[in-house]
């Protein structure tokens, strides 16, 4: 009688556990990059800035990185703007390729709302014009 009860208190947790890794593993699935904001650079310009696209909610993001297409851009400074928090600056970020993408930020505290991003950039090569989108992460 004892060990059908440990055997069934065994079953239950192991039931419990898989059905909570599930809802935690969907959970994630549900994660997806979508653009925010997006435009196009011209080599004659040093900066640029981008305001995000969307209400209210669809502005809270986990994380944010930056896409280019068209050209190798070399990105000197990213000043993210948030809404009711400090502005995140990122210096030196890199040179982005054509097709490529930067590495994720964090959004500050679980979740931010990013309203704007300045960018500061040069474009490689001979290249008149490149387009930069802002990626977010629900």
Same mark, same amino acid.
């Given at each position: 009688?004892?060990? /059908? ?7 239950? *947790?192991?039931? $419990?556990? &898989?059905?909570? +890794?599930?809802? #935690? ?33 669809? /502005? ?7 896409? *280019?297409?068209? $050209?190798? &851009?070399?990105? +000197?400074?990213? #000043? ?59």
């Amino acid at each position: 009688m004892n060990m /059908k009860i440990h055997n069934l208190a065994a079953f239950v *947790v192991v039931a $419990a556990s &898989v059905v909570l +890794l599930g809802a #935690v593993g969907s959970a994630r699935a549900a994660d997806q990059w979508f653009v925010m904001g997006e435009q196009t650079l011209k080599s004659a310009d040093s900066s640029a800035e981008i305001k995000s696209q969307g209400g209210r909610w669809k /502005k809270d993001v986990k994380q944010v990185r930056l896409s *280019v297409e068209g $050209a190798d &851009v070399q990105i +000197l400074k990213v #000043v993210l703007g948030w809404d009711n928090r400090p502005d995140t600056t990122l210096n030196a970020v890199g040179t982005v390729k054509a097709g490529g993408q930067t590495a994720p930020t964090d959004a500050p505290g679980r979740k931010g709302r990013l309203t704007w991003t300045k960018i500061q950039y040069k474009i490689l090569g001979k290249a008149p014009t490149a387009t930069v989108k802002i990626l977010g992460l629900d």
